[in-house]
């Protein structure tokens, strides 16, 4: 799988699962793999297992993982050519790529233009939507007013949802259901959006309260040449985060599949991508779908697409990167079976999927036959305050769905998480992956939503 004309060295800008995912791949291509690491992560994974390992930084993310210029120091000292930004933190930060293109340094991901429109949902709606893929009604703008907002909600109709055109991760938006509640929800996005994202521009779209959160995986190469890699149901979410993941979508008729996915892989070659992109739909009660949004970077839940494809898809980011074709055509293109993704997250549904960070005293994650799990702690180890509250991905696969999610339902029941005060995602996916909604396949978005009392009941 080696391949000596890709880089020197690949940084890779991040921590956790995805920088142990990286690593591990860099090792099979035989590319040597340096990684950044704050003060808290010091002992982690990641830092153990790197070729180099540049510290940048105390655990605030803006003071280590958002830090450019250490970042960029890193990459001197320890030779990069190369960056791998992972999803989160620089992913998806066009001055960072930017940066990286000014000191010869390769980014891992688009071409920093591009990345700069898509990084702006309402602008890559409306590019996306000149290449031919259908868009919920709703208007947006960079300096769109309250008026505005009042003017696209009379056209859009009720309910509508208003989006921070920078947000990304299930923050900054809300649902509105109706005329008196638009000005105050409007002015709070406009405000959420300012401080989270420093950009306080919001768009307004039609909200589909029974919707089916399909995303196609995509990869493009830099001559023009783009493959879809299937696609994913991600409708299992709270807060707007997604839980549940998994491939293909059960009710999503192939016929239908075949058209997003073309669709998708149209629209990255018109609009000049590269690397590893999801396209994200919405698709409704009738099977109407509709473009939300282009997330250029890996995905959390790019596992299940490798578990039916069968290609790595970090691999050929790095590839693509390099300036090489890509490795498949979409003939060749061989999806088999079906897997689904869960995520072990230090959280406590019982609470609002509140966190519930700390050291793990005990720590037992799943095996087997067709069990894949990525993760970055062992028990001693901690779940950290200052990052995501992850543990761990469990990912299973099957010739069919029934036989990945009964063998999901088996993995969830082997995770042990013990730690003071800490609790775990397992037991309540586990309720999800048994509830009758979702053996049927007749989840929606709104699933965990309309649970009264947080838990699910078969």
């Not at 429109?117 to 300096?143: F, I, M």
């Not at 992109?277 to 409704?284: H, P, Q, Y």
């Not at 730690?419 to 309720?431: H, I, K, P, Q, V």
């Not at 007749?442 to 699933?447: K, P, R, W």
Request: glycine share 10%; net charge negative.
């Amino acid at each position: 799988m080696s391949d000596h004309r890709l880089f020197r060295t690949v940084l890779v800008a991040n921590r956790g699962e995805i920088a142990v995912r990286v690593i591990r791949t860099c090792r099979e291509l035989s590319i040597p793999a340096a990684v950044v690491y704050s003060t808290e992560d010091r002992d982690a994974l990641a830092t153990q297992m790197a070729d180099q390992a540049v510290h940048i930084g105390p655990a605030p993310t803006r003071k280590s993982y958002l830090n450019i210029a250490a970042i960029m120091e890193a990459a001197a000292q320890c030779g990069a050519d190369a960056i791998h930004p992972g999803y989160g933190f620089l992913s998806e930060d066009a001055d960072f790529a930017t940066i990286c293109q000014d000191n010869g340094v390769t980014f891992i991901g688009p071409p920093p233009q591009l990345m700069k429109t898509l990084g702006d949902k309402a602008a890559a709606r409306s590019l996306l939507a000149s290449t031919g893929l259908p868009v919920l009604p709703g208007g947006s703008g960079a300096d769109a007013t309250l008026r505005d907002a009042e003017e696209t909600a009379k056209q859009t109709g009720y309910p509508l949802i208003i989006k921070a055109a920078a947000g990304g991760g299930g923050r900054g938006m809300t649902v509105v259901r109706s005329p008196g509640e638009l000005a105050p929800a409007f002015r709070s996005i406009v405000a959420t959006a300012q401080q989270l994202f420093g950009d306080g521009s919001v768009y307004l779209e039609r909200y589909l309260d029974r919707a089916k959160h399909i995303e196609v995986q995509v990869l493009c190469d830099q001559h023009g040449q783009a493959v879809s890699l299937g696609e994913r149901d991600c409708s299992v979410q709270r807060h707007k985060q997604k839980l549940i993941e998994e491939t293909p979508a059960a009710t999503l008729p192939r016929s239908a599949a075949r058209v997003l996915g073309e669709q998708a892989a149209r629209g990255a070659e018109q609009i000049g991508l590269h690397g590893a992109s999801t396209f994200e739909f919405l698709v409704d009660d009738a099977g109407r779908h509709y473009f939300m949004e282009v997330n250029c970077r890996i995905q959390v839940e790019h596992p299940v697409t490798e578990m039916v494809s069968g290609l790595d898809i970090v691999a050929e980011q790095i590839r693509i990167a390099a300036g090489h074709r890509l490795s498949v055509r979409q003939n060749q293109v061989a999806l088999n079976g079906h897997a689904i993704e869960c995520r072990i997250n230090a959280e406590d549904p019982g609470h609002g999927f509140r966190p519930t960070p700390g050291r793990l005293t005990a720590l037992r994650l799943p095996a087997g036959p067709f069990t894949r799990v990525d993760s970055y702690v062992s028990a001693g180890d901690s779940v950290s305050p200052s990052y995501d509250s992850l543990i761990a991905k469990v990912i299973t696969w099957g010739s069919d769905r029934e036989t990945a999610r009964a063998r999901m339902a088996r993995a969830l029941r082997e995770v042990r998480v013990e730690g003071a005060g800490m609790r775990d995602t397992s037991e309540f996916l586990r309720g999800i992956i048994d509830h009758p909604d979702f053996r049927a396949g007749e989840h929606t978005t709104t699933m965990i939503d309309s649970l009264a009392d947080g838990r699910p009941r078969p």
